[in-house]
């Protein structure tokens, strides 16, 4: 029984020491900068026999999975497709083209109305004012007078204005008997306006109706007498800035009824029509 202690003992004699541990101080526990080697050399490339072939089964969901078809069967799919686009190209082209031309018809179209509103010349109005006779008929000598008729005239245009031609014939009638002829003047008239303007008439040959000459002797206007005046009036129509548009005819016709030719006095009454032929 002793000798087992003993032996207990001295095995616990052999086993080394136990050495306690300082605490760190507070300059220990602040980590140090550490070197790192650099990357070409930390990099090591394995020899061929290290390298092994490993292989990793990989999971894709049903719907993507693609198949990748064979190079023939590509090119018919290619072949297939190109067609289509250019057909698309087409359709897009050809589009965009009418598309184009019904907004390209819709502005002339807009253009052409404006114009025609602001810009449609409307045929100027003629009143008759007075009629006289520039020369009186004479008792020894059978000469025949001639005629002045004033007119009044408008212009209904409110951005065109009108230039008379000198080259319109005028014709004064008695039942259809003519009795003077004459040019009408070359007058300008603005826009929106009123102008008086007067004609002279040489009267024609042949002899005078009873009731003209009565009227002409006539001084105190009781012979009255109804007369009528047509005449063919070249116009050009101008824009504001002078600028010529149009070039037209009007055909006026004027019957009217006066109190007397020798009197000179206003008219009783009076019908005018005047249109663009």
Known sequence: MEERVSNESGDKSDEPPLHTRSPPSGSDLIPKARRFPSR????????????????????????????????????????????QKKERSCCNRWLCIIVALILLALIIGIL????????????????????????PLSTHKK????????????????RLSISYGNKGDAT???????????????????????????????GSSGPLPHDVETSIQDKRGKKHVSLSIKMDVPVTMKALGGIKLRRKEINVVCSFKVSSLGAGKDVLSQKCQSKFK
């Not at 007119?151 to 209904?156: I, L």
């Not at 070359?186 to 102008?195: I, L």
């Open 40 to 83: 070409k050399k930390s990099i090591k490339h394995p020899s061929p026999e290290v390298i092994e072939s490993e292989t990793y089964i990989i999971q894709i969901p049903k719907d993507q999975i693609f198949s990748t078809p064979s190079p023939e069967n590509a090119i018919i799919a290619e072949r297939h497709r190109l067609p």
């Open 112 to 135: 052409a109305w404006t114009f025609r509103i602001l810009f449609t010349p409307k045929v100027p109005l003629f009143t008759v004012v007075n009629v006289t006779v520039k020369k």
């Open 143 to 158: 000469t025949h007078p001639g005629y002045q008729i004033t007119f009044e005239t408008e212009n209904p245009n409110g």
């Open 172 to 202: 004064l009638l008695y039942k259809n008997h003519k009795i003077g002829t004459g040019k009408f003047p070359e007058v300008d008239q603005d826009a929106d306006s009123s102008k008086s303007m007067e004609l002279g008439l040489s």
